[in-house]
């Protein structure tokens, strides 16, 4: 039986039966139901078609739907996320942490820092120059002039007065011997009561003068008279002394600060893997 | 522990918890997805696919009817099976009558009180009405589902399916409409009770 009523009128109906229409609409609709028969079958047959859906039947689950962990994507990793997470949290800022007072203190870090970068960052060439003087002996009064081997154009610029070691060097023993009486003839008296005979003065060959120009500082550990050093003698002696860059202490510190930083690297990977599969 | 305190610790990852309110809630999302599709074996793989997204998405749920909440994630899996089922249409394995129809036999729908032949009539009925609602349009079916066989008031139906209530109203008035144009040719069929309506 095909419905004479219009849309309108069955949507309004529906809302009739559900209790959904306003007074004003309910009492209008009540009234030309008393008036339209057609409304009136319309009616009859929306009550009996909600009333036979209403009558079917309750349904019952064949079988209980509640989930087990796998089910619900819970595993053991994923209890263990948050302490895993903790722990990459903590390595970090332990690791922060050691580091800092690492920098701050003379930890491992800062001491292969200071070893590394300080000396290439300050420092300058040790320049070692061998020169051979000619130094008559009556004017051995150890005064400490100046190197003139090498001409001024070579010679690099001072920071402070070079220190110069000069010691007798005769060109040959005869030569020696040859001057020494008419010095002692010279000046007989004097020389003979204050300045005794050399008698075993050893030949120096060469004198060796040694111009720092890091600093300044002279060779504090050459003292006039003794026997010249070698350029590689000097340089180990005029570099600063320090104590040994791995000590014991610091090799435990290095390796706290490695751990720290391993089980942080770790930590977060497994935080990241966790993150996604979960 | 009330539904609100279970729902609670079930967002905070208790599975014993929602499980409770999976004992409470899975008649009714069971029966909603048979209606929707008419297979008892869809309808409960469906049914186990709701409670799982439910219980990974718990954490969308900001309050109000759980229950509508629960039937929007039914009603969307619904759609989501019927449409794939379009896609890739399946031939049933259970026997079919003379009218190629599935010879179902749900042992749950019969009513312990009935007489033979009333479970008979009764079996042949809701055969019928499933075979009328599976002709409605998939929003009209849900919408008539809801209200009509559920017993949800317009409110939250209309958060069942996500949509306005006026759009609730107008498409259970054309759901209904082809109801009744369905089950025309089968008032004889009706309960003596209904038949005088």
């Known amino acids: 039986m095909k419905s004479d009523v219009s849309p309108g009128d069955w949507k309004e109906l529906c809302a009739y039966i559900d209790q959904q229409l306003n007074p004003k609409a309910q009492r209008r609709l009540e009234m030309r139901l008393q008036v339209e028969p057609q409304l009136r079958n319309a009616l009859n047959d929306l009550v009996r078609t909600k009333a036979l859906l209403r009558s079917q039947p309750r349904l019952f689950a064949p079988r209980n739907f509640t989930l087990t962990p796998s089910m619900a994507g819970i595993s053991r990793a994923n209890t263990a996320y948050p302490v895993v997470r903790l722990a990459a949290v903590l390595a970090s800022l332990m690791l922060v942490m050691v580091m800092a007072g690492d920098l701050l203190t003379n930890g491992p870090v800062r001491v292969a820092y200071q070893e590394v970068f300080a000396p290439l960052a300050g420092s300058q060439p040790v320049l070692t120059v061998a020169v051979e003087m000619d130094v008559p002996r009556e004017e051995e009064s150890f005064e400490q002039p100046a190197a003139k081997a090498l001409p001024p154009s070579e010679i690099p610029p001072l920071a402070a007065p070079a220190e110069v070691v000069l010691q007798p060097t005769p060109t040959s023993e005869a030569a020696l011997m040859d001057e020494m009486p008419s010095m002692v003839a010279e000046a007989p008296d004097t020389i003979a009561s204050e300045t005794p005979a050399p008698t075993d003065t050893p030949p120096a060959t060469f004198m060796v003068t040694t111009m720092s120009v890091q600093g300044g500082e002279p060779a504090e550990d050459q003292a006039i008279g003794e026997a010249p050093k070698t350029a590689q003698q000097i340089n180990t002696a005029q570099a600063p002394q320090t104590a040994p860059v791995f000590s014991v202490y610091n090799l435990a510190i290095l390796g706290i600060e490695l751990l720290l930083a391993l089980l942080a690297v770790v930590g977060w990977l497994a935080v990241i893997y966790f993150g996604q599969t979960g | ?197």
């Open chain 2, 1 to 197: 522990m009330d539904e609100v305190g279970l729902i609670h610790a079930a967002q905070q990852g208790d599975l014993d918890a929602f499980n409770r309110l999976v004992l409470t809630y899975q008649d009714m999302v069971y029966s909603h997805a048979y209606r929707m599709i008419g297979e008892a074996e869809a309808a409960e793989d469906v049914s186990q696919e709701v409670f799982i997204s439910a219980f990974r998405n718990l954490r969308s749920y900001r309050g109000g009817s759980f229950k509508a909440w629960l039937l929007r994630i039914t009603t969307n899996s619904c759609y989501d099976e019927l449409r794939r089922r379009k896609r890739r249409p399946t031939t049933p394995l259970e026997p079919v009558d003379d009218d190629d129809q599935e010879i179902e036999s749900p042992g749950w729908l019969a009513d312990p009180g009935e007489s033979p032949e009333q479970a008979v009539e009764r079996a042949e009925l809701n055969l019928v009405i499933q075979r009328c609602l599976g002709g409605l349009p998939l929003e009209f079916r849900s919408v008539v589902i809801l209200v009509d066989v559920q017993g949800m008031d317009y409110t939250e139906a209309a958060q069942a399916i996500g949509k306005p209530l006026g759009t609730v109203k107008s498409r259970l008035a054309r759901a209904r409409m082809r109801m009744r144009e369905c089950l025309e040719g089968v008032w004889e069929l009706l309960p003596s009770g209904l038949r005088l309506i």
